[in-house]
């Protein structure tokens, strides 16, 4: 048998097909167990992270209307995109949205981003999102 700890992918494969061929003696349920925990956790980091960039360029973009841009733009329709899909791939992400712990350390992140992405202190933006999801995630949005 292949170890998890040593080639995850051979482990992936080799639980794959004892599964295909119902070896489920087999199986090594507590890593399958932990690797799909894995597969929810990377959809919200990747939500996370979609989200944190998308609100970043939204703050440079009220905050510095005299850089904006085609790559800017592009950036903030790519995100809203990305993060649209990601909900309704999977729509239990949703509820990541109505987590009253969730937007505020994806606003720190934005923060994060903007910060060192202008130049500004943080204290020249504010200290919670001000905008909702569907400002946010709205392609008539351009906040000024």
Not at 11 to 20: C, G, L, V, Y
Not at 64 to 93: A, C, F, M, Y
Request: glycine letters at 4%; charged letters at 30%; hydrophobic letters at 35%.
């Amino acid at each position: 048998m292949q170890s998890y700890e040593t080639d995850v992918i051979a482990w992936a494969n080799e639980q794959a097909a004892f599964i295909r061929s119902g070896r489920f003696d087999l199986l090594d349920l507590e890593h399958i167990a932990d690797e799909i925990e894995d597969v929810g956790k990377s959809e919200q980091r990747e939500l996370e992270s979609r989200m944190a960039i998308l609100l970043a360029h939204l703050i440079k973009w009220q905050y510095q209307p005299d850089r904006r841009g085609n790559s800017w733009r592009h950036t903030i329709t790519e995100q809203r995109k990305r993060v649209i899909q990601r909900i309704q791939k999977t729509p239990s992400l949703k509820a990541d949205l109505n987590t009253l712990n969730w937007w505020p350390g994806i606003w720190v992140d934005a923060l994060d981003i903007a910060t060192r992405e202008t130049g500004f202190l943080y204290e020249r933006f504010p200290q919670e999102c001000p905008w909702e999801y569907s400002q946010i995630t709205n392609t008539d949005f351009w906040p000024e």
